[in-house]
């Protein structure tokens, strides 16, 4: 929890942020993800200085169990001074004991945002999905909740001016806007009608850009000029020397180039017309298609269907 201090901007950890909505589709499948089309009401997570601490508190804690739908656990929300926002216990249930940062007695409109992501927590246990580390797997957590229908928010929550900031989760803002609007584009759910931070806003934008951008990435039709005319050139390199740019310059550009008979190992020993590869628009599962002109690709984890110029 940024509180006052410096919050860190930009896409840092986006490599794993894609490694996570991949995670979620293969652990989850498809119909599984087409359950959470409707995200969290902001009228079912609202939370007014009126309200009693603590009856609210499990009144929103219910509600993040019913949406991520764990009708049979029960969370036990406590406040306590703490560095971090928040912290579950993972047992073995029925009942999880949340506690929340003791700011959250005056800061109450972001209870919610600190409940999605630690039920989420309590989800991916469940469902016993996790990256080795803990910021990895934090990272995780926050994909799963903002990509699940609760993690607006935890991008809500994030308030930043010349006096004062605050930032809830461990994605950047803009990775939280990235991850939201690839929600946004699957389900056709505009999360932006919702902020209350102006600042929210300006990184969900920023965010939408990025992902429509994996869209117009080639080899798929929808890719500009330029990206178009890089293709060609590497696909002419690769044809030349049976190999792609992607094995010689990793991170460049997100497709490669493979022959049909590449051996198992990715090399360029093998013979044959090429194939290429490249990551999913919306799961970011790799596919690989055959190097010969217009291909309709499907996407066998997400099922998403592709037009491809390869």
């Known amino acids: 929890m940024a509180n006052d201090g410096p919050v860190e901007h930009g896409y840092p950890h986006l490599e794993t942020v894609r490694a996570a909505i991949n995670a979620l589709y293969k652990r989850l499948s498809y119909d599984t993800v087409q359950t959470f089309a409707t995200s969290v009401a902001p009228a079912d997570v609202a939370f007014c200085d009126t309200d009693d601490l603590h009856l609210g508190a499990q009144r929103v804690a219910r509600e993040m169990v019913r949406h991520y739908r764990l009708p049979d656990a029960r969370m036990i929300v406590g406040f306590r001074e703490m560095t971090h926002a928040a912290n579950v216990e993972l047992a073995a249930g029925p ?172 090399g360029p020993d093998g013979h044959g017309p090429l194939r290429v590869s490249f990551p999913c628009p919306t799961c970011h599962q790799r596919i690989r298609v055959p190097v010969r002109g217009r291909v309709r690709a499907r996407c066998g984890v997400c099922r998403t269907v592709l037009e491809c110029d390869t």
Not at 98 to 117: C, K, P, S, V, Y
Not at 155 to 162: G, K, N, P, Q, V
């Open 95 to 266: 009942e999880y004991f949340i506690e929340l940062n003791d700011r959250f007695r005056t800061h109450r409109r972001d209870i919610g945002a600190a409940l999605a992501h630690e039920v989420m927590h309590v989800y991916l246990h469940r469902l016993d999905l996790s990256f080795p580390g803990t910021r990895d797997n934090e990272i995780l957590t926050d994909t799963a909740a903002a990509y699940l229908g609760a993690g607006w928010l935890l991008l809500d929550a994030y308030r930043e001016d010349a006096d004062s900031s605050q930032k809830l989760g461990y994605l950047t803002p803009e990775e939280f806007g990235y991850v939201l609007a690839k929600r946004a584009l699957l389900f056709d759910e505009d999360p932006g009608i919702w902020f209350t931070s102006p600042q929210a806003y300006t990184a969900y934008a920023a965010g939408m850009e990025l992902a429509r951008r994996d869209s117009r990435q080639p080899p798929l039709t929808a890719a500009g000029w330029a990206g178009r005319r890089r293709y060609a050139r590497d696909r002419r390199q690769a044809q030349d020397h049976q190999h792609g740019p992607g094995a010689s310059q990793p991170g460049v550009v997100p497709y490669s180039f493979t022959p049909d008979g590449a051996d198992a190992s990715g």
